[in-house]
């Protein structure tokens, strides 16, 4: 597997695959489909500092070749994760990335300062781009100087490799994107969902509880692929490429746009193994090529 | 432990009941194990991106040729409506809780609504091997939209009803529910939100069990993507996944669903 393996700053993955937060539950609901310790990581379900509920029900919808979800960050809370799922992650051998959010910069640094005390978290995911919550991250995510300001605070919290994850709903994504960089972030993934709406023409209302949901799926793959190939010429710390990637084909075009590494979200509901096929098949493609994941990098900018 | 398996089958045969309804049969060719009330996320294996999610169905029949009732209401009904035999399907299955099993010295009612007498045959079929006929009502909007009443009419003593009186009883299953509705009485049902609401509010009154099974959008099927949450009657949510689709009517809330 050594032709697959990559560095994301300082930390080594045995593969550029990785599976989204919030697609992909706490990594141990896989065991009857794939050793998820294969992977080059999972990012946990966004958690919080204390439990959450989630919204209330419709959650989800499907639109063409999408979805949309508000489920509003339900989740078990970051001590529950550190009692219940963290030690059979570890057991697992599972490569961990953290996604946590909060609403206020002293919870964010509150929830990384728990998770620094736990072995087996081997990096952080800022969410500061959920856009289904009222107080949720997003509005960190929009602002470059509040996504400094985050970013820099976990960051003297925190010794684990830090990535933010970019919101395409920022005016510019590019401010916002050099902003984390310069205050101390380790790499960036993009991108978070695009808030869209379904109405139910019978009912004449949202179909959505929360009205609007987060769009994701092969949809929504070209919009992530450009800001990725931006991103990618405007920054120096390695991107995560995420927006679509349901086969082998979508995550090499992220890793020749520039992404380091890629992530699979809304593929894993349409088949739980998709990230298990994609790692295969990038495998596959790189021993014929005679190439290796590192070496895609970026190689379609010429 | 459930052998819970994602795999390819090819449909084996489809039946239309009308336009809106048919039964899809799988060769899976081998017994997985799903039991009464267990459901499959199903999706054509070839759909591409679209229809992207797989669908929720309960069982209709399990072994190695496990069949499915569907009722064309979207896209993805749409395209199974349309599959011939020998078109791959992806089938993620068994998932979610089964029926519980009837309580010693209970008489079990089935009370289905439309298409939600899938489960319910599949339950009667057991009772059936175990030497039981149970009574079902089994309601409908008109006569049309009572697809297998007559596989249900083999394996229960059957009252039906339908709104418009077309057939049977006018009217609904609760109507008919409440004269037959005895002491030692345990009810299954599975049909719209209303319906059960209705089924869940006699049973509580005249204290009897009742067991709901649930359907909601859902995009996983195992408990990850969170899309499938009914109100609680503590206040929070339970999941139609991995809490359901069989669960003791009391849990919901039926007055926030």
């Given amino acids: 597997m050594s032709r697959l393996a990559v560095k994301v700053g300082a930390l080594e993955l045995r593969n550029p695959v990785l599976t989204a937060s919030g697609t992909f539950g706490y990594g141990l609901e896989y065991d009857d489909f794939f050793d998820v310790a294969e992977l080059g990581g999972i990012c946990t379900k966004g958690l919080s500092l204390a439990p959450r509920a989630g919204n209330p029900p419709e959650r989800i919808c499907e639109t063409p070749a999408s979805m949309?979800?508000?489920?509003?960050?339900?989740?078990?809370?970051?001590?529950?994760?550190?009692?219940?799922?963290?030690?059979?992650?570890?057991?697992?051998?599972?490569?961990?990335?953290?996604?946590?959010?909060?609403?206020?910069?002293?919870?964010?640094?509150?929830?990384?300062?728990?998770?620094?005390?736990?072995?087996?978290?081997?990096?952080?995911?800022?969410?500061?781009?959920?856009?289904?919550?009222?107080?949720?991250?997003?509005?960190?995510?929009?602002?470059?100087?509040?996504?400094?300001?985050?970013?820099?605070?976990?960051?003297?919290?925190?010794?684990?490799?830090?990535?933010?994850?970019?919101?395409?709903?920022?005016?510019?994504?590019?401010?916002?994107?050099?902003?984390?960089?310069?205050?101390?972030?380790?790499?960036?993934?993009?991108?978070?969902?695009?808030?869209?709406?379904?109405?139910?023409?019978?009912?004449?209302?949202?179909?959505?509880?929360?009205?609007?949901?987060?769009?994701?799926?092969?949809?929504?793959?070209p919009i992530a692929l450009r800001i990725v190939w931006d991103l990618a010429g405007a920054v120096s710390i390695p991107i995560i490429g995420i927006g679509g990637i349901s086969t082998w084909r979508d995550a090499v075009e992220f890793l020749l746009a520039g992404a380091t590494a890629i992530q699979v979200g809304t593929a894993s509901f349409a088949d739980p193994c998709a990230a298990k096929k994609v790692l295969d098949g990038l495998a596959s493609y790189c021993e014929k090529k005679s190439t290796t994941a590192a070496a895609l990098v970026g190689r379609a900018r010429g | 432990m459930l052998a819970r398996a994602q795999l390819t089958a090819p449909l084996l045969r489809r039946e239309s009941i009308g336009d809106a309804y048919h039964v899809l049969t799988f060769d899976v060719g081998k017994d997985l194990g799903a039991a009464p009330g267990h459901f499959v996320m199903v999706r054509g294996a070839e759909w591409g991106d679209a229809p992207l999610l797989p669908r929720p169905m309960s069982y209709l029949g399990g072994g190695a040729t496990p069949s499915i009732l569907i009722k064309v209401v979207g896209e993805g009904t749409t395209r199974m409506a349309r599959a011939e035999p020998g078109?791959?399907?992806?089938?993620?299955?068994?998932?979610?809780?089964?029926?519980?099993?009837?309580?010693?010295?209970?008489?079990?009612?089935?009370?289905?609504?439309?298409?939600?007498?899938?489960?319910?045959?599949?339950?009667?079929?057991?009772?059936?091997?175990?030497?039981?006929?149970?009574?079902?009502?089994?309601?409908?909007?008109?006569?049309?939209?009572?697809?297998?009443?007559?596989?249900?009419?083999?394996?229960?003593?059957?009252?039906?009803?339908?709104?418009?009186?077309?057939?049977?009883?006018?009217?609904?299953?609760?109507?008919?529910?409440?004269?037959?509705?005895?002491?030692?009485?345990?009810?299954?049902?599975?049909?719209?939100?209303?319906?059960?609401?209705?089924?869940?509010?006699?049973?509580?009154?005249?204290?009897?069990?009742?067991?709901?099974?649930?359907?909601?959008?859902?995009?996983?099927?195992?408990?990850?993507?969170?899309?499938?949450?009914?109100?609680?009657?503590?206040?929070?949510?339970?999941?139609?996944?991995?809490?359901?689709?069989?669960?003791?009517?009391?849990?919901?809330?039926?007055?926030?669903?």
């Fill in chain 1, 68 to 221: 949309l979800n508000a489920i509003g960050l339900a989740n078990v809370g970051v001590e529950a994760f550190c009692r219940e799922k963290l030690p059979k992650l570890r057991e697992r051998g599972v490569t961990v990335v953290a996604n946590i959010f909060a609403s206020s910069t002293e919870d964010f640094v509150a929830i990384a300062e728990r998770l620094e005390a736990e072995a087996g978290v081997h990096a952080l995911e800022l969410n500061v781009s959920c856009p289904n919550v009222s107080h949720g991250g997003i509005e960190f995510g929009k602002d470059p100087r509040l996504a400094a300001q985050v970013t820099a605070a976990v960051r003297k919290a925190s010794k684990l490799p830090l990535w933010v994850k970019m919101s395409p709903e920022a005016g510019d994504i590019v401010a916002v994107a050099k902003a984390c960089e310069d205050a101390g972030a380790d790499a960036l993934t993009a991108i978070n969902t695009i808030r869209g709406m379904t109405i139910d023409v019978d009912a004449e209302r949202p179909r959505l509880a929360n009205r609007t949901g987060g769009f994701s799926g092969p949809a929504l793959r």
């Fill in chain 2, 87 to 257: 078109e791959p399907f992806s089938l993620l299955g068994p998932l979610g809780v089964p029926w519980r099993a009837p309580g010693a010295g209970r008489r079990p009612i089935l009370v289905a609504g439309g298409v939600g007498v899938a489960p319910l045959i599949f339950l009667a079929r057991a009772l059936a091997a175990g030497g039981k006929k149970p009574v079902a009502i089994y309601g409908g909007r008109t006569k049309k939209d009572l697809p297998l009443d007559d596989e249900l009419s083999a394996l229960c003593e059957l009252h039906v009803t339908t709104e418009d009186g077309s057939r049977g009883t006018a009217g609904r299953v609760t109507d008919v529910l409440d004269g037959l509705l005895a002491e030692d009485a345990e009810v299954f049902t599975c049909g719209p939100d209303r319906m059960m609401a209705a089924v869940a509010g006699i049973c509580a009154r005249r204290d009897v069990p009742c067991e709901v099974s649930v359907e909601t959008p859902m995009a996983c099927g195992y408990g990850v993507c969170l899309g499938c949450p009914l109100p609680s009657s503590d206040g929070g949510y339970v999941y139609a996944c991995t809490q359901g689709p069989c669960m003791d009517a009391r849990r919901i809330d039926w007055s926030r669903a």
